[in-house]
Structure formats: structure tokens, C-alpha cells
């Protein structure tokens, strides 16, 4: 928590919990789980040139049962396809806001640091000579899209009427 003129004021975002990572079939339109973030992340950083299709699951295909469902028992969030891996050495993280209106992105080096924007990153690699071979481009601070449709109920969110935000509780299927 950080302090402000003398009182605590709670963070705005909340530490996402990433339970799995999900990817359609093009050919069947079945989810498929997959095992780790690094295999996610390879599967995404190609898929406009290389569309996932079930066959590159060991033992799976478009005739065996959906992994997963998607509905509501848990918030979904949908991904940009090629968005780099991350590099070697360093973590990418994602934040979901508390009021579920958007994630938020960082790196965390491999000293520890955590960066929030480009112009950080390219700060850190130019005053580290162990990161030569990486680029500002190998990083991207693009976040994943928090389908509505799967936000809680009980979650308040702003909600922009003519310019000024106001918060609302979701009330159902009608909101978006």
C-alpha cells in the first residue's frame, strides 16, 4: 500500500490470478488448455501465420470433447494474436484491475525491476550490457481484453456517460 499525505490508500488494481490459458481450434471452434504460459506464449506470438488447430495437442482432435467452457463460472480474457514471447530472463505480468474494466502490463527484469512502459524498458537494456541482443520491440505492453459477458456480478464498473465516469453494478446479460 502506498502513503498519501499521511493516510493508506489501497492500490487500484488487483493481482491477477491467471488459472489457465485457453486457445480455439479454427477448425472446430473448441477450447483447448494449455499446460503452460511459455507453450501459450508460443502458440500466440504465431497465430495469424500458423492458426492453432487441435492436432497440435499430442493425442487431441477436433473429434474429442472441449477442454473447457466458456461461460461464466470464471472471467475470461482474450488476447491479441503475435504478441511477442516474452524475452529470456524477464517475466511479464498482468494486473486485473479491481473493478475488471481492464488488465494492466509490466515486465519484471532479471535484476528484479519492474518496468511499466517502453521508454523504462529502453532505459534498463541500454544500461545493461548483458541485453544487447533485445530491443524496445521485443517487448509489448498490449493487454488482453476482459470479456464482459464473464465479469462477476457483484463487480462495480465505471461505466463513461458523456465524458464523466460513474460507477454501476453489472446487472446481467444486458449490460455491456
Known amino acids: 500500500m502506498e502513503k498519501t499525505k499521511g493516510k493508506k490508500r489501497k492500490s487500484a488494481l488487483v493481482r491477477s490470478s491467471i488459472g489457465a490459458y485457453a486457445v480455439q481450434c479454427e477448425a472446430c471452434l473448441k477450447w483447448r488448455l494449455i499446460d503452460t504460459e511459455e507453450e501459450y506464449e508460443e502458440i500466440r506470438c504465431r497465430f495469424i501465420e500458423e492458426p492453432f488447430v487441435c492436432s497440435k495437442k499430442a493425442d487431441v482432435s477436433c473429434e474429442d470433447p472441449t477442454?473447457?467452457?466458456?461461460?461464466?463460472?470464471?472471467?475470461?480474457?482474450a488476447d491479441r494474436p503475435n504478441v511477442p514471447k516474452t524475452p529470456k530472463g524477464f517475466q511479464r505480468d498482468l494486473v486485473l484491475r479491481k473493478d475488471f474494466s481492464k488488465m494492466d502490463a509490466y515486465y519484471i527484469t532479471?535484476?528484479?525491476k519492474k518496468v511499466r512502459a517502453l521508454s523504462e524498458i529502453a532505459a534498463y537494456l541500454s544500461s545493461n550490457p548483458d541485453c544487447k541482443d533485445l530491443s524496445p520491440s521485443?517487448?509489448?505492453?498490449?493487454v488482453p481484453k476482459i470479456m464482459a459477458d464473464t465479469i462477476p456480478a457483484h463487480i462495480e464498473r465505471k461505466v463513461s456517460t458523456s465524458g464523466s465516469n460513474k460507477k454501476r453494478k453489472k446487472s446481467g446479460k444486458g449490460d455491456e
Not at 477442454?67 to 480474457?77: G, H, K, Q, S, V
Not at 521485443?138 to 498490449?142: K, L, R, W
Open 110 to 112: 532479471p535484476t528484479g
Open 138 to 142: 521485443d517487448f509489448n505492453f498490449t
Open 67 to 77: 477442454d473447457i467452457e466458456y461461460d461464466a463460472t470464471r472471467t475470461w480474457a
